[in-house]
Each structure stands twice: as C-alpha cells, then as structure tokens.
C-alpha cells in the first residue's frame, strides 16, 4: 500500500480529509500533500499522527506501508 492510499482509507474512515486530519491531530495541508503523493516518505511523527487517526498502533502503519495486509 502507498501513502496516498493509506490516506485515502483513512478518509473514507473519518468522511473527508479534513476529519481525518483532525483525528490525526495533525495540519491538513500535510495530510492533503500526502493524499496528493507530494509526501512519499513521511517521517516517524507523522507516521504516529497516522496511527492516531486509526487508533491503530504504529506497527499497523508500518506493515500496510510494507505490503501487509494489516487486518488486524
């Protein structure tokens, strides 16, 4: 999985960028740079503003970013 999908999913999870940017806790312009790919290779804090926003832990992120299926 990519960043931008990631963050597509968490959209669609949240019903807008915007609400998931708020359930990151983290700028909208950063997450909407990341759903737009201008961000491929984000950094470990916002990788755990990721995980916020799925009340996932950071491990989760990190095997859907490897190509894990992270369904648990």
Not at 3 to 25: I, T, Y
Not at 33 to 58: I, M, V, W, Y
């Amino acid at each position: 999985m990519t960043v931008p999908q990631l963050v597509e999913e968490l959209a669609k999870m949240h019903g807008s960028v915007n609400a998931a940017a708020r359930a990151c806790e983290m700028p909208e312009g950063t997450l909407h740079r990341l759903a737009n790919g201008e961000h491929l290779d984000p950094r470990l804090k916002t990788l755990r503003h990721l995980a916020r926003g799925f009340d996932k832990p950071l491990s989760w992120v990190a095997e859907r970013l490897e190509g894990g299926n992270g369904s648990s």
